[in-house]
């Protein structure tokens, strides 16, 4: 009935992550005959006596590795945007793999007792087949869930991403452990986990699309912040001006070309407020054909728009480092979603990778003087103009 039980909720498990569940259900089914929980489940009595080929020592040891680099990888913007998509094939496959191993283990002899040992391996491969099915619709799923927070917070400036990511750490390595105690509980809580996502995705779809208004000329349906409709063109009357984080907000816009500028910094469409999809500052419009930067005055009007804020951010963040350690966090978001973001959002995931870590290098090592008097106040006016000089420069290489 474990078996069973896992082969049902592994979806749930392998949602997140790859490596960390078949890491600890390894684990489990080598050393769960010791454990004091664990002893007690007919599965793991004599499972870790003679090892098969999920529970070996080298398998184990392999796992624990990629779990760790898994863990690591997640937590960086970077190297999860480009992951994203061979992650999801490794926890389908990961989640298959796990499962044809763990069948073995405790339904064998069961098996055994009514078919034959080729119908055994056929019947694990099917339920294994089902299973990796299963994780791709859920991780397929979560992941258009994050890559919508994703374009909203692009930076994460609210930490909504990174709790997540650490709560689905978190699940990842204990929910293996409770599954095999509590089979029943942990099924139930992976489907309300899957629901949680279901219902997020939704409201968060729903409401994104209740802002839209109707295009008084054509009648085409447009975000309240555009500026032209996508399909005829037409000047909008009143289009609503952006937050912080993109969206439209009920205020009208008493400047234009500012919020042409605004909202191609929010990585939209400068003409009907399209989220655009590539990290690239030579691309089009998907919805209206329009060219972004097509012109060098607006290429020079938007490093304009993102140099008079160094004026504006250097007072607040100077402020913010004579803070010991309290302070150094708030400071950075600040001048990374002012002078950072706007143009990380038009650099290639590989060159942003290169970035952020020549970056954050150096970064790292003033956040260690942060902390001495008066020496501390100037980290973090560095570290802002060390980054904005670093990605501006690659913005602009973009061009040549």
């Not at 098996?111 to 055994?120: A, G, K």
């Not at 099917?126 to 859920?138: G, N, P, Q, R, Y």
Request: one cysteine or more; glycine letters at 6%.
């Amino acid at each position: 009935m474990n078996s069973l039980f896992y082969a049902i909720g592994a979806p749930g498990l392998f949602m997140s992550r790859a490596f960390v569940p078949a890491f600890c259900t390894a684990l489990c089914l080598r050393f769960g005959s010791s454990l004091p929980f664990l002893k007690q489940i007919p599965l793991f009595q004599g499972a870790g006596v003679a090892p098969s080929w999920f529970t070996s020592s080298w398998v184990i040891g392999l796992l624990g590795v990629l779990a760790f680099i898994e863990i690591v990888a997640t937590k960086n913007s970077g190297f999860s945007e480009v992951m994203d998509g061979i992650h999801k094939y490794g926890r389908v496959g990961m989640a298959a793999v796990s499962t044809f191993g763990i069948l073995p283990a405790g339904d064998a002899r069961f098996v055994e007792q009514t078919f034959n040992i080729s119908q055994t391996i056929m019947v694990d491969a099917v339920i294994s087949a089902v299973v990796a099915t299963l994780v791709w619709f859920s991780a397929t799923l979560r992941n258009a869930t994050m890559n919508f927070l994703y374009e909203i917070d692009e930076e994460d400036d609210l930490g909504i991403q990174s709790f997540i990511s650490w709560l689905e750490d978190g699940w990842s390595f204990l929910a293996v452990f409770l599954f095999f105690i509590y089979p029943l509980l942990v099924t139930i809580l992976v489907f309300i986990i899957i629901g949680f996502f279901l219902i997020l995705r939704a409201y968060l779809r729903h409401k994104e699309e209740k802002r839209k208004v109707f295009c008084t000329n054509c009648g085409t349906s447009i975000y309240s912040s555009a500026l032209d409709c996508p399909s005829c063109k037409i000047n909008v009357l009143d289009p609503k001006d952006i937050g912080i984080f993109g969206t439209a907000i009920e205020n009208s816009i008493t400047d234009r070309s500012l919020h042409a500028l605004r909202l191609t910094e929010k990585h939209r469409c400068p003409s009907c407020a399209t989220r655009l999809k590539k990290r690239s500052v030579r691309q089009t419009c998907d919805a209206c054909g329009h060219s972004i930067f097509k012109t060098i005055e607006i290429r020079q009007a938007y490093l304009k728009l993102i140099k008079d804020r160094l004026y504006t951010t250097i007072p607040v963040i100077t402020a913010l480092s004579f803070i010991p350690i309290v302070g150094i966090i708030p400071g950075i978001i600040f001048y990374r979603f002012r002078l950072v973001t706007p143009f990380k959002a038009y650099i290639p995931a590989r060159q942003g990778i290169v970035l952020k870590v020549f970056t954050k290098t150096i970064s790292l090592f003033l956040m260690g003087l942060q902390v001495v008097p008066v020496v501390g106040g100037a980290t973090l006016p560095i570290m802002a103009i060390l980054n904005y000089k670093v990605y501006r420069r690659y913005f602009i290489k973009q061009f040549k």
